[in-house]
């Protein structure tokens, strides 16, 4: 039986298009908590904080327990909808449709043909306030975020319509929502092309003047070049106005690199960053600690949010710290800028211009400072910025309201999800010891697990416990202070030896080949497991030690 769960107005669900009845408002308000997050658990105590709020009350996770099992009874008839218990919390697992998804999928595909059909039967969708009849902290919140959505995908339309050579037929439209929104350059600017087109150019002329008044008086700024190029069109009575053939698309750049695998735990920064809509993050750590993996896992799940497209960079560190000119041109490049100014201000002022109004997501990945930082920043609060670094980069946060989301290392759980997720359930659970030694000496950082999980991935009979025998030479926590090929010196430490002689590591041992002459230095347990390592690897050169 076809599932429809509804979230855009009163909460409800749809079985072969009967209503089904989810109970009281707090019953309803957990199958939202658990359909936002349609195919992903949901802990406990999150959803606790969702339904009762920060203030719980001591029976709440008994009450809670109490609502799934009566909105399992409300989704009985439905096939392919259920929800199950997992991982410590609950999930909506369901072949249903979701109109919150169904909405952001539509926007999503908004920048390609069909644009003014896609965005129509996503905005079709909405039938009220979202989440409406339901109250608390986390509901406001999440009304308040597709509040946002909802209107921009309502000014997308318009530009799509206006784009295709609309104008007359906006302007009754585009009058009432001026009038509620006075200060929003953006629809000012869709007013007067609608007006203009219309043939009321002397209202369109008259409406600029009064938005400019306003936002001198009120906020003591003149509008912004988009505008002001328009107006100025509009006296000129430029022709391409009313052209009804529409322009080019615009180039959306589509940078991110591909999603990490395996990604384990970080359910907190995850939900720290699920309240990004617009503004800056600094998720800051230690060198290996997964800022990368973290912002990476998170925006390939949030792509529906930024449908004008993603940018990436890496700034390279302390270390070898990318000239931010070098950024922004690769930036400009990305939208299709063929001619860019010379001036390294011109060049960021022109950047800030593009993305002005856009939604985007910037990741800026691996940033040595604020000042590397400042000048990649857009202007407006349309796009979102997430900002990866060891240093805790406190003029973003201050200077610019940045969010701060720490990270530590993987917890010993996580740890091993994770080398189940790289080596395959059978392996780890056939030596647990050796497991639970590697987890110990990688420390919980997923650059150090990924070095031994790598390794041991490319020697499948090789056993852990013999891996763990070699990488006890050498300290895996110390290398995740450099890049993924320094850390690979664990894997082949034969071909960086002198980068270990410079650091009074290498030891001088004789190179013996044969099997049967293994000495004892390169023992580890038995002399059977050293030499197995030792002719699976075909040292040719010193140990390290």
């Known amino acids: 039986m076809a599932v429809v769960l509804r979230l855009l107005g009163e909460v409800a669900a749809e079985v072969d298009g009967r209503p089904v009845d989810l109970g009281a408002p707090r019953q309803r308000c957990v199958l939202a908590a658990l359909a936002v997050d349609v195919g992903r658990a949901v802990p406990v105590d999150r959803l ?30 439905a096939d392919g909808a259920a929800i199950v218990r997992r991982s410590g919390g609950y999930a909506l697992v369901a072949d249903a449709v979701v109109d919150l998804h169904r909405f952001r999928r539509l926007c999503g595909r908004a920048r390609d043909d069909g644009a003014v059909r896609s965005l129509t039967e ?34 997308d339309l318009v530009d799509a319509r206006l784009h295709a050579g609309e104008g007359a037929e906006l302007v009754a439209e585009l009058s009432a929502r001026a009038a509620r929104h006075p200060l929003d350059e953006r629809v000012a600017g869709q007013y007067l092309l609608a007006l203009h087109r219309a043939g009321r150019t002397p209202d369109a002329l008259a409406h600029y003047r009064q938005v400019r008044t306003r936002l001198v008086e009120e906020l003591g700024a003149e509008p912004r070049v988009a505008l002001r190029e328009l107006h100025r069109r509009i006296l000129a009575a430029d022709p391409a106005l009313t052209a009804s053939h529409p322009r080019a698309a615009a180039v959306v750049p589509r940078q991110l690199p591909a999603t990490p695998v395996p990604f384990v735990g970080r359910r907190d920064e995850l939900d720290r960053l699920d309240v990004v809509n617009a503004g800056i993050t600094a998720v800051v750590g230690a060198a290996g600690i997964g800022k990368t993996w973290l912002a990476l896992h998170w925006a390939h799940r949030r792509l529906d949010r930024f449908p004008d497209g993603q940018l990436f960079v890496d700034l390279g560190g302390a270390g070898a710290p990318m000239d931010p000119v070098v950024a922004v041109r690769g930036f400009l490049d990305a939208h299709g800028v063929d001619r860019q100014p010379t001036d390294p201000h011109a060049r960021a002022a022109l950047f800030r211009s593009l993305v002005a109004q856009r939604r985007m997501l910037l990741v800026l990945d691996n940033a040595a400072d604020t000042a590397q930082v400042t000048p990649l920043l857009p202007g407006g609060r349309s796009c979102a910025v997430i900002v990866t670094s060891r240093d805790s980069l406190p003029g973003l946060i201050v200077g610019h309201g940045a969010a701060h989301v720490p990270l530590d290392v993987l917890s010993r759980a996580e740890a091993h999800a994770f080398l189940t997720a790289r080596l395959g359930a059978a392996r780890v659970r056939d030596e647990p010891r050796a497991v639970e030694q590697l987890v110990g000496l990688c420390g919980g950082f997923p650059l150090a697990l990924g070095i031994a999980a790598g390794y041991a991935c490319t020697r499948p009979r090789l056993p852990l416990s013999a891996l763990v025998g070699e990488l006890r030479w050498f300290d895996l926590t110390s290398w995740v202070d450099g890049d993924l090929a320094v850390g690979a010196c664990a894997v082949q430490p034969w071909r960086h030896r002198r980068t270990f002689r410079d650091q009074g590591r290498l030891a001088a041992l004789p190179v013996v080949k044969p099997a049967s002459a293994c000495p004892a230095d390169y023992r580890f347990g038995s002399t059977g497991d050293c030499c197995a390592v030792w002719r699976a690897h075909r040292w040719d050169g010193p140990r390290v030690r």
């Not at 969708?125 to 959505?149: S, Y």
Request: proline share 2%; charged share 30%; net charge positive.
């Open 48 to 77: 606790v904080e969702r339904v009762w709020g920060a203030e719980v009350a001591r029976r709440a996770p008994a009450t809670l327990h109490s609502y799934i099992s009566r909105l399992r009874r409300a989704l009985a008839g």
């Open 122 to 155: 996503a905005l079709a969708l909405w039938r009220g306030e979202a989440l409406t009849g339901l109250a608390g902290e986390w509901v406001l919140a999440v009304r308040d975020r597709l509040r946002q959505e909802r209107s921009a995908a309502e000014h």
